[in-house]
């Protein structure tokens, strides 16, 4: 049989957006409930008043934050009394690049990444805020990237206490929170947690059936009919209903149709998915290995290259002296950073019953594989001040 070849100008895809993890779909199923509870608590913001502080649990890939998304986008189309920010934490890990993108949605453009202290940037913000009438809104979008080094908490004592040093400004925060250990009663201050004082919405893994529709409108949407054939799509739900991640199914239909194409096919097969789940299962550990900073990457690195050459797991000692001990490194700052990667889900730490009690590092599944090398130059980078609360941002 003669094979249809694609040609260069034709593809699958209707809507390649619509596989993306930002996008945001017209139906949005199986969160009513959820979607109900977060406008509850937004409801007082449109109407002036300070809102209801808002977390929302579930495992990843559950749909927080496409509510959020989705409700912030209801609330710019109705009032102007509300500016809502969405702040990724995986990308804007420090109080001066979260308060940055307040600045950015209030003036339209980012403030300079250095040379104005956190407090004027905060006394420009508020003094906008306050000039306009208007509430600020934030969510900070899978907190707990900033739990270590206590960033969060310090982070949310300055933005919930803003009223205190600028009268006036109204401000209420939404968290979202993937990790199940993550507690903020046990992550936060008592001080803190007084001010927070928020309800919680819970998102459920999706069922079968529900994985299954959401995924058929999403082809329907976005490739052209008969792409994905029965078994193909059956296999495709079956494995994101296995990993209980949604996205992971999204980022499978993107690479199988990308396969399809590259072989110059119409339609995807049950090895094109296959393929593809292989590729996108450890979707949640790519987004954490891409999340870390020079220094935090050049650790890991460090712990992947003594684990390839050894019989066994890294052991910390060893790890520390491939990166040149004290010359570069304290060995407080070395334990830091690998109890963040440790918390990251990165590599798992286990103390060894020997002399001195070391510590072996377990590189995790998935590590391996989403780890690609850093560029050159890049593992000396200077990092910023770990907290971020203070006025020097070169210190």
Same mark, same amino acid.
């Given at each position: 049989?003669?094979?249809?070849?694609?040609?260069?100008?034709?593809?699958?895809?209707?809507?390649?957006?619509?596989?993306?993890?930002?996008?945001?779909?017209?139906?949005?199923?199986?969160?009513?409930?959820?979607?109900?509870?977060?406008?509850?608590?937004?409801?007082?913001?449109?109407?002036?008043?300070?809102?209801?502080?808002?977390?929302?649990?579930?495992?990843?890939?559950?749909?927080?934050?496409?509510?959020?998304?989705?409700?912030?986008?209801?609330?710019?189309?109705?009032?102007?009394?509300?500016?809502?920010?969405?702040?990724?934490?995986?990308?804007?890990?420090?109080?001066?690049?979260?308060?940055?993108?307040?600045?950015?949605?209030?003036?339209?453009?980012?403030?300079?990444?250095?040379?104005?202290?956190?407090?004027?940037?905060?006394?420009?913000?508020?003094?906008?805020?306050?000039? #306009?009438? !208007? @509430?600020?809104?934030?969510?900070? *979008?899978?907190?707990?990237?900033?739990?270590? %080094?206590? &960033? /969060?908490?310090?982070?949310?004592?300055?933005?919930?206490?803003?009223?205190?040093?600028?009268?006036?400004?109204?401000?209420?925060?939404?968290?979202?929170?993937?990790?199940?250990?993550?507690?903020?009663?046990?992550?936060?201050?008592?001080?803190?947690?007084?001010?927070?004082?928020?309800?919680?919405?819970?998102?459920?893994?999706?069922?079968?059936?529900?994985?299954?529709?959401?995924?058929?409108?999403?082809?329907?949407?976005?490739?052209?009919?008969?792409?994905?054939?029965?078994?193909?799509?059956?296999?495709?739900?079956?494995?994101?209903?296995?990993?209980?991640?949604?996205?992971?199914?999204?980022?499978?239909? #993107?690479? !199988? @149709?990308?396969?399809?194409?590259? *072989?110059?096919?119409?339609?995807?097969?049950? %090895?094109? &998915? /296959?393929?593809?789940?292989?590729?996108?299962?450890?979707?949640?550990?790519?987004?954490?290995?891409?999340?870390?900073?020079?220094?935090?990457?050049?650790?890991?690195?460090?712990?992947?290259?003594?684990?390839?050459?050894?019989?066994?797991?890294?052991?910390?000692?060893?790890?520390?002296?491939?990166?040149?001990?004290?010359?570069?490194?304290?060995?407080?700052?070395?334990?830091?950073?690998?109890?963040?990667?440790?918390?990251?889900?990165?590599?798992?730490?286990?103390?060894?019953?020997?002399?001195?009690?070391?510590?072996?590092?377990?590189?995790?599944?998935?590590?391996?594989?989403?780890?690609?090398?850093?560029?050159?130059?890049?593992?000396?980078?200077?990092?910023?001040?770990?907290?971020?609360?203070?006025?020097? %941002?070169?210190?």
């Amino acid at each position: 049989m003669t094979r249809s070849l694609l040609m260069s100008d034709q593809t699958l895809f209707r809507d390649y957006s619509v596989f993306e993890i930002t996008h945001l779909p017209e139906t949005f199923n199986y969160r009513d409930t959820q979607l109900q509870d977060l406008a509850f608590a937004l409801r007082p913001a449109v109407r002036g008043s300070t809102p209801l502080n808002t977390v929302l649990r579930g495992p990843p890939g559950t749909g927080k934050t496409t509510a959020v998304r989705r409700i912030f986008a209801e609330v710019e189309e109705v009032t102007r009394v509300v500016v809502p920010v969405l702040v990724s934490c995986q990308l804007h890990r420090t109080a001066y690049a979260v308060y940055s993108q307040f600045y950015l949605a209030l003036f339209g453009q980012a403030p300079p990444e250095s040379g104005i202290p956190l407090r004027r940037l905060v006394g420009r913000i508020t003094q906008e805020l306050t000039r #306009r009438g !208007a @509430v600020l809104v934030v969510c900070l *979008d899978d907190a707990g990237y900033l739990v270590p %080094e206590n &960033v /969060l908490n310090d982070l949310l004592a300055s933005i919930l206490r803003m009223h205190e040093g600028y009268p006036g400004t109204r401000t209420g925060v939404v968290l979202t929170i993937s990790d199940v250990d993550i507690d903020p009663v046990r992550c936060l201050d008592p001080a803190t947690l007084s001010v927070l004082q928020a309800s919680e919405v819970y998102f459920p893994l999706y069922t079968a059936g529900e994985v299954r529709e959401i995924l058929t409108h999403r082809i329907r949407a976005g490739l052209y009919p008969g792409v994905v054939p029965p078994a193909a799509l059956d296999l495709l739900v079956e494995r994101t209903n296995a990993c209980g991640d949604l996205r992971v199914g999204l980022e499978m239909i #993107r690479r !199988a @149709v990308i396969a399809a194409e590259t *072989d110059a096919r119409t339609e995807v097969t049950e %090895e094109d &998915v /296959l393929t593809a789940y292989a590729a996108s299962r450890n979707l949640q550990v790519a987004m954490a290995v891409a999340s870390l900073d020079a220094g935090d990457r050049e650790v890991l690195d460090a712990v992947l290259a003594v684990g390839l050459e050894g019989d066994g797991p890294a052991i910390s000692g060893e790890v520390y002296e491939r990166l040149g001990g004290r010359a570069r490194m304290g060995y407080t700052q070395f334990h830091e950073k690998l109890r963040k990667l440790e918390f990251l889900r990165l590599v798992d730490l286990a103390v060894l019953r020997r002399r001195g009690a070391p510590r072996a590092i377990l590189v995790r599944e998935g590590v391996e594989e989403a780890v690609a090398p850093v560029p050159a130059g890049s593992s000396g980078a200077p990092a910023r001040c770990s907290s971020g609360m203070c006025d020097d %941002e070169k210190c």
